[in-house]
């Protein structure tokens, strides 16, 4: 299990105390661990806040199973790849499947988490953007789960869907979901959405030639989600797209606050007073 919500609100918090203690110091060394310690409260509380609302929030559940069925007849209508079909292409190969069980339930945050440090340390300048790239995600993929349950392809067994989950004992919720409240919020994919923001902000950022490399990541996410069925395609689509959006929003924000950073920057731009007795003269 990951960090609980209250471990992670509790580390923040003394982290902060720390800033305090330490923000009026001019030694630059400390100002940077300052810096960094700020970065990484700022890093567990979102994270904390993430927790919380899985953990905490009521999302509506009525109509779970009828609009993932209704879903699965728009798949089908456009064309998708079966997801039964591709799940029963492995079902049945043991090391696979626990393999993609581990990897759907333990890769998404480490993943996140790595990308994170990478910019925080090597590029810093780009840190900042994909941070807020990233919690705005989070935002809009929750805001989307909690006003429309969807229930994963593998409530749906008469369907031919299987929980490969508890087929091999690797289920990161247990039988039946045991009353998790977001089980029937499959829509959108935060494990895709993250996987996808991890493959962009490395390729695009880093310089190496084996950046590419981390698109396997995303690849595997998408196979893991979709074999283990605990999503559908459209969940990973429309994961995208709140990734796309969040990314618009986080840099016409930075554009506007550049702007009036700019504009109403403190003894700039202020009118030059003109001495009274020379303007007579």
Same mark, same amino acid.
């Given at each position: 299990?990951?960090?609980?919500w209250?471990?992670?609100y509790?580390?923040a918090?003394?982290?902060?105390?720390?800033?305090?203690?330490?923000?009026r110091t001019?030694?630059?060394?400390?100002?940077i661990?300052?810096?960094?310690?700020?970065?990484?409260a700022i890093?567990?509380?979102?994270?904390?806040?993430?927790?919380?609302v899985?953990?905490?929030?009521?999302?509506?559940?009525?109509?779970?199973?009828?609009?993932a069925?209704?879903?699965?007849?728009?798949e089908?209508?456009?064309?998708?790849?079966s997801?039964?079909?591709?799940?029963?292409?492995?079902?049945?190969n043991?090391?696979?499947?626990?393999?993609?069980?581990?990897?759907?339930?333990?890769?998404?945050?480490?993943?996140?988490?790595?990308?994170?440090i990478?910019?925080?340390?090597?590029?810093?300048?780009?840190?900042? !953007?994909?941070r #807020? *790239? +990233? @919690?705005?995600t989070i935002?809009?993929?929750?805001?989307?789960q909690?006003? &429309?349950p969807? %229930?994963?392809?593998?409530?749906l067994?008469?369907?031919g869907?299987?929980d490969?989950?508890?087929?091999y004992?690797?289920?990161?919720?247990?039988?039946?979901?045991?009353g998790?409240?977001?089980?029937?919020?499959?829509?959108?994919?935060?494990?895709y959405?993250w996987?996808l923001?991890v493959g962009i902000a490395?390729?695009?950022?880093?310089?190496?030639?084996?950046?590419?490399?981390?698109?396997?990541? !995303?690849v595997? #996410? *998408? +196979? @893991?989600v979709?074999i283990?069925?605990n999503?559908?395609w459209?969940?990973? &689509?429309?994961a %995208?797209?709140?990734?796309?959006?969040?990314?618009?929003?986080?840099?016409?924000?930075?554009?506007?606050?550049?702007?009036?950073?700019?504009?109403?920057r403190?003894?700039?731009?202020q009118?030059i007073?003109?001495?009274p007795?020379a303007?007579t003269?």
């Amino acid at each position: 299990m990951w960090l609980p919500w209250r471990v992670a609100y509790e580390i923040a918090v003394v982290l902060v105390l720390v800033i305090v203690a330490l923000g009026r110091t001019r030694h630059r060394t400390i100002r940077i661990g300052v810096a960094t310690v700020k970065e990484l409260a700022i890093v567990l509380a979102l994270y904390g806040t993430w927790q919380y609302v899985r953990d905490k929030a009521t999302f509506k559940t009525v109509g779970a199973m009828e609009n993932a069925r209704s879903l699965w007849n728009l798949e089908q209508r456009i064309h998708l790849p079966s997801e039964v079909a591709l799940q029963r292409a492995f079902i049945d190969n043991r090391p696979i499947m626990q393999f993609l069980d581990v990897y759907y339930g333990g890769m998404h945050v480490p993943a996140a988490g790595a990308l994170l440090i990478w910019l925080f340390v090597r590029h810093r300048d780009k840190y900042s !953007a994909v941070r #807020t *790239t +990233l @919690a705005l995600t989070i935002a809009g993929c929750l805001t989307i789960q909690a006003l &429309v349950p969807l %229930a994963p392809p593998r409530f749906l067994p008469d369907l031919g869907f299987v929980d490969a989950g508890l087929k091999y004992g690797l289920s990161v919720y247990g039988r039946g979901g045991s009353g998790v409240s977001n089980e029937l919020a499959a829509m959108p994919s935060l494990h895709y959405g993250w996987a996808l923001l991890v493959g962009i902000a490395a390729i695009t950022i880093s310089t190496s030639k084996w950046r590419w490399l981390v698109l396997v990541h !995303a690849v595997l #996410t *998408t +196979l @893991a989600v979709t074999i283990t069925a605990n999503h559908w395609w459209m969940d990973g &689509v429309v994961a %995208a797209m709140v990734l796309g959006l969040a990314y618009l929003l986080q840099r016409n924000a930075t554009v506007v606050f550049g702007w009036l950073a700019a504009r109403y920057r403190p003894g700039e731009d202020q009118p030059i007073e003109q001495d009274p007795a020379a303007a007579t003269r």
